[in-house]
């Protein structure tokens, strides 16, 4: 008989985990491996941080040429334009510069002005790409997969393990998770959500068997300034962050699907669950003043 094992690792500065029924520690190791190289894959070719991946080569040509991109790469451009129209312009994948105003690691909002040199750089329309390539017009744009390339790495180790034919687990990186069964016994999982002002609490627990679980909220990475606080989750428009929503979470087929749906919700404050409605998504949604919000479909 099988039983669940848990196979941790890093990845995308998360801590991450496959969990999966085997016969025993080093079975799972074993199944897990390639699901883990995909994920590192993923991580290898998208990362900003990386002066190698295709992200930074396509930001380093930012004002001076195009570069070419494979199949992979113009899917999530597509996705992206996708994501732009149906968020009404929030979801922007050229909106990550925004981040060189805010710091976030030591506290500090930005400098005066700081937010009206980077606005001009942010705007997904100007961005020219088909399937063979990509141009940023501006000198010191970026693109930035941190809205759903998390997610879309958990989507490919998912599939990775089902054509392994693994029947009962999940793959959570960093709490974006994807479900390839119920439990052995065929109970499903139970997910607690995190209660976004005490870490050591959950406001609820969500049975999930299959599908995906992700959550966007201001407790992520924020700043705390005579009482306000400032969450990563950037307005691109304004360049000031969202604050109607403490957390939302979303059930999906995909853990990319409800990734940009947390985040599209977030950006769009206090319509953000007529967003989700109108995607007929199943959500928890914690607002500014801790009232809870749950639509189970």
Not at 83 to 100: E, H, N, P
Not at 101 to 126: M, T
Not at 200 to 214: D, E, F, K
Not at 238 to 260: D, E, H, K, N, Q
Request: with cysteine.
């Amino acid at each position: 008989m099988s039983d669940l094992h848990t196979v941790s690792f890093a990845a995308m500065g998360s801590r991450c985990e496959i969990i999966l029924a085997a016969a025993g520690a080093r079975q799972a190791h074993a199944i897990a491996a390639p699901a883990i190289d995909e994920v590192q894959r993923i991580e290898r070719k998208y990362s900003r941080y990386r002066d190698d991946s295709m992200l930074s080569r396509i930001n380093a040509a930012a004002g001076r040429h195009a570069i070419a991109c494979d199949r992979e790469t113009a899917s999530l451009l597509a996705y992206a334009d996708t994501l732009y129209t149906t968020s009404q312009g929030c979801f922007d994948i050229t909106s990550g510069v925004l981040r060189k105003a805010w710091d976030f690691r030591h506290g500090r909002v930005p400098q005066p002005g700081a937010l009206e040199d980077l606005l001009p750089l942010v705007g997904w329309r100007s961005v020219s790409y088909d399937d063979t390539s990509v141009f940023l017009p501006l000198p010191g744009m970026e693109l930035d997969f941190g809205g759903f390339g998390k997610e879309y790495a958990v989507d490919r180790a998912a599939e990775v393990l089902a054509g392994l034919d693994v029947r009962h687990g999940y793959v959570n990186l960093g709490g974006d998770m994807r479900f390839l069964g119920p439990r052995p016994d065929g109970a499903p999982w139970q997910i607690g959500i995190q209660d976004p002002r005490d870490m050591a609490a959950t406001v609820a627990a969500i049975p999930v068997s299959r599908g995906a679980l992700t959550t966007s909220g201001d407790y992520e990475r924020f700043i705390e300034i005579d009482g306000q606080r400032y969450c990563h989750v950037l307005d691109p428009h304004s360049g000031m962050p969202v604050s109607y929503w403490r957390s939302v979470s979303v059930v999906a087929p995909l853990a990319i699907t409800a990734g940009s749906c947390t985040t599209i919700a977030m950006l769009l404050e206090q319509d953000g669950l007529d967003f989700l409605d109108r995607c007929g998504m199943s959500y928890l949604a914690v607002d500014h003043a801790g009232h809870i919000f749950r639509r189970t479909i």
